[in-house]
């Protein structure tokens, strides 16, 4: 079983900056893509940036130049900071890693419980 345990989100004013994080443990064979979603109430869940193992990296358009993800492959942690920071990024942020376990070599999505981001204007 996997586990993902997200922190770093609150209150912030317009402008401010913020940085999430999300730590991966338990037992799995390898880590392929981590990466970060949203969702405002009442919306559905949207993606903010994705990371690959390799690196490689993918932001929705509201994301870019703003936001910037990154990750440990030694600590399986990903990390969003979040910058210029507008109230319309007011949301819960999930973060999530496509892991291959033991029992299977197919990759499963894993989530976090979500961490809320509040800006205020």
């Known amino acids: 079983q996997v586990q993902l345990v997200e922190s770093g989100g609150g209150l912030v004013q317009a402008g401010g900056s913020l940085r999430l994080s999300c730590a991966a443990s338990?037992?799995?064979?390898?880590?392929?893509?981590m990466g970060w979603y949203r969702q405002a109430p009442g919306k559905q869940r949207e993606l903010v940036a994705v990371?690959?193992?390799?690196?490689?990296?993918n932001y929705a358009d509201s994301a870019k130049g703003r936001f910037t993800i990154s990750r440990d492959n030694g600590k399986n942690t990903v990390f969003l900071h979040m910058n210029s920071l507008k109230a319309e990024d007011t949301c819960v942020y999930y973060c999530h890693a496509d892991v291959s376990t033991f029992a299977s070599s197919h990759y499963y999505r894993y989530w976090g419980q979500g961490t809320q981001v509040t800006v205020s204007s």
């Open positions: 338990g037992s799995f064979r390898s880590m392929n893509a």
């Open positions: 990371i690959a193992s390799s690196g490689s990296t």
